[in-house]
């Protein structure tokens, strides 16, 4: 098992946005995707994550869609929120749509240290259904099953991929992120 590479989400993300003619960057694509959304759907996940790491974001939200998982990514279902405004209205619309998902994936990148909404999504969600996992996303390609935390994310359980994505838990015990995520 290993960790996601930044370098091959953020290469991932760029290739769908080279596939695009009618867009320049990932963000544009993502937005696009805002035009079939619907506001009673419920989503398999919730991705706290930097708006820095767009490219990233588009590569692992990709992945995740690849292997049938739904994704709720802020930016993308609910570009109406304007980033530079937020406000009470902002943080209620998250709430609801917390309580849509299943399980949040806290995406863990140099970038998201210097985030100010994905400490409150991570204890939002932890609080209200518990399931919560960090993404380490590493920058070298080496190979590591362990992952400590920066902090407080290194009390929560943390994900890693091979055939299957799994939760690894403190205890040594994994968990394949479907199972986890549908209550096993």
Known sequence: MKFFNRSDLIAEG???????????????ILKRRYINFESSKTYDIFLSHSFQDAD????FTKELEQRGYS?????????QLDRNHVNAHTAN???FRMKKCKCLLF??????VLSKWMPWELGYFDGMKGRV???PVVTSSSVSDSYKGQEYLGIYDYIT???VIVINHFNGTQTPLFSWMNGG
């Open 14 to 28: 760029r290739t769908e946005v080279n596939k695009s003619y009618f867009s320049n960057s990932s963000s544009e």
């Open 56 to 59: 990233l974001i588009l590569g």
């Open 71 to 79: 994704v709720y990514v802020d930016w993308i279902e609910d570009a």
């Open 93 to 95: 619309q998250l709430r």
């Open 107 to 112: 995406v863990s990148t140099d970038n998201s």
């Open 133 to 135: 996992a960090i993404v």
């Open 161 to 163: 991929y091979g055939n």
